[in-house]
């Protein structure tokens, strides 16, 4: 099983930049996919990036593309997501999440991923 821990929300104003990182507390397999996703209240969860471990191919969320990039560090086996020009509409709580058996179709799902983290709090003030 593997446990993942996100890190660096916070409460920022509109314009400025936030740094999320997911460590991985047990070993990632060379197939599996690691993600971001986000949820604020009374919305769906919603994919922001994810990356297949191996190739490291990614995706991300229509409405971050251009603002957020996603990046990975093999050895440290972290996630680390860069939030650039954050908007109101990105505060939500953010969460990490592993996918055993990935594909680039599935991977922007939430419901195929198989452990989650306990989530960050993101807010963005105008």
């Known amino acids: 099983q593997a446990h993942v821990v996100e890190s660096g929300g916070g409460t920022v104003q509109a314009g400025d930049s936030l740094t999320l990182s997911c460590a991985a507390s047990?070993?990632?397999?060379?197939?599996?996919?690691i993600g971001w996703f986000r949820q604020a209240p009374a919305q769906e969860r919603e994919v922001v990036a994810a990356?297949?471990?191996?190739?490291?191919?990614?995706i991300y969320g229509d409405s971050v593309k251009g603002r957020f990039t996603l990046s990975r560090d093999v050895a440290k086996e972290t996630v680390v997501l860069q939030m650039n020009s954050l908007k109101p509409e990105d505060t939500a709580v953010y969460y990490c999440?592993?996918?055993?058996?990935?594909?680039?179709?599935?991977?922007?799902?939430?419901?195929?991923?198989?452990?989650w983290g306990q989530g960050t709090q993101v807010t963005i003030s105008s």
């Open positions: 999440a592993v996918d055993r058996s990935p594909t680039p179709t599935t991977m922007k799902n939430a419901h195929n991923y198989d452990y």
């Open positions: 047990t070993f990632i397999y060379a197939n599996d996919a």
């Open positions: 990356i297949r471990w191996r190739l490291g191919d990614k």
